[in-house]
Nanobody
């Protein structure tokens, strides 16, 4: 059973930056795409972005494109989310995700929560305006 653990959440002012980290604490997931979702208060889980299994192709939702950057280090079993120019509407619980199909990725595929095989427990990001 793969276990994903997020870290790095917290409180930041609007316009600031924050970095999240996802560690694969159990197992290895180097053959699978990984991604980030977020869940604002009272809303469903929403796609933020994803990275393919190698780490050289990334996908982003329009709401974060140009502000957020996803990367991964398979040797360290980690994935990262760098968030710049944060806005109050970025406030949410952020979840790390590992997808179910090996060697497969794509924007449409990655944006569907139903294609996620493993979820982390989430980390809170709060942006004050």
């Amino acid at each position: 059973q793969v276990q994903l653990v997020e870290s790095g959440g917290g409180l930041v002012q609007a316009g600031g930056s924050l970095s999240l980290e996802c560690t694969i604490a159990r197992g290895t997931f180097s053959a699978y795409a990984m991604g980030w979702f977020r869940q604002p208060p009272g809303q469903d889980r929403i796609f933020v972005g994803a990275v393919n299994y190698i780490g050289d192709i990334t996908y982003y939702s329009n709401s974060v494109k140009g502000r957020f950057t996803i990367s991964r280090d398979n040797a360290k079993n980690k994935m990262y989310l760098r968030m710049d120019s944060l806005k109050a509407e970025d406030t949410a619980v952020y979840f790390c995700a590992a997808y179910e199909r090996p060697y497969y990725s794509g924007l449409v595929y990655s944006s569907q929560p139903s294609n996620v095989k493993y979820w982390g427990r989430g980390t809170q990001v709060t942006v004050s305006s």
